[in-house]
């Protein structure tokens, strides 16, 4: 099946550094990368939808120039951690979205764990 | 508005036992229902899914049929294992205005040998 990979799979940073943070679709092209959070023992919580060549859609109370999304391309999507605090410390699992062959299908990354001091 | 519900863990059983995870849905469209799978310090792995109602989804001894009439997408499995012990989150897709998913609270189930 498809993969999504995540890089890098945990970091740990200082407050008030940026940290990003890499989704790439292996092996299909997609238009369309979302990104969410997980807190411990919690659900994932929709930050961003991510759009090959344009601008993310965020989702209510995420600040966008905290958390700054790139499409660069369509295997590619960046999160950008900006001016890191401890209260950003939290899981960051991205999807991306396969509308190739007749399908459409989401496919998560393994997530990056983010720890800041 | 667009939620799903689903039961509240832990769930704890022994190897073998019989699996319900409860989980309903309300959707303003025609959702696509999923239930994924999370292993400790991983991300998602989707187990299963159903596009319309009625449809069966099924994987690794793991099934749930899509219930419109009661709105509702319950995962079971005759039998579980000890490597089953893990998170499990009922999810619905909206593909109308956006394409959107949303996830379940998550199921945390616990497999004694």
């Known amino acids: 099946g498809a993969v999504v990979s995540q890089h890098p799979s945990w970091v740990i940073c200082k407050s008030g550094t940026s940290v990003k943070i890499e989704c790439r679709s292996l092996?299909?092209?997609?238009?369309?990368m979302f990104w969410y959070r997980q807190f411990p023992k919690q659900s994932l919580m929709l930050m961003a939808t991510s759009n090959e060549g344009s601008k993310a859609t965020y989702e209510q109370g995420v600040e966008k120039d905290k958390f700054l999304i790139n499409h660069a391309s369509l295997t590619l999507s960046t999160l950008t951690v900006t001016s890191a605090h401890p209260e950003d410390s939290s899981f960051y699992i991205c999807?991306?979205?396969?509308?190739?062959?007749?399908?459409?299908?989401?496919?998560f990354g393994p997530g990056t764990r983010l720890t800041v001091l | 508005g667009n939620s799903v519900t689903q039961m509240e863990g832990p769930v704890t059983l022994s190897e073998e036992a019989f699996l319900t995870i409860n989980c309903t849905y309300t959707a303003t469209g025609y959702p696509s229902l999923f239930w994924y799978v999370q292993y400790p310090g991983e991300g998602l792995q989707l187990l299963l899914k159903?596009?319309?109602?009625?449809d069966k989804g099924s994987n690794k001894g793991f099934e749930a049929t899509y219930r419109k009439e009661t709105t509702s997408f319950h995962l079971e499995k005759g039998s579980v294992q000890v490597s089953d012990s893990a998170v499990y989150f009922c999810?619905?897709?909206?593909?109308?205005?956006?394409?959107?998913?949303?996830f379940g609270a998550g199921t945390r189930l616990f497999v004694k040998a």
């Open positions: 999807s991306a979205r396969d509308q190739n062959s007749g399908t459409d299908t989401q496919y």
């Open positions: 159903a596009t319309k109602a009625d």
């Open positions: 999810a619905l897709t909206l593909n109308t205005g956006g394409f959107k998913t949303i």
């Open positions: 092996d299909f092209q997609a238009t369309t």
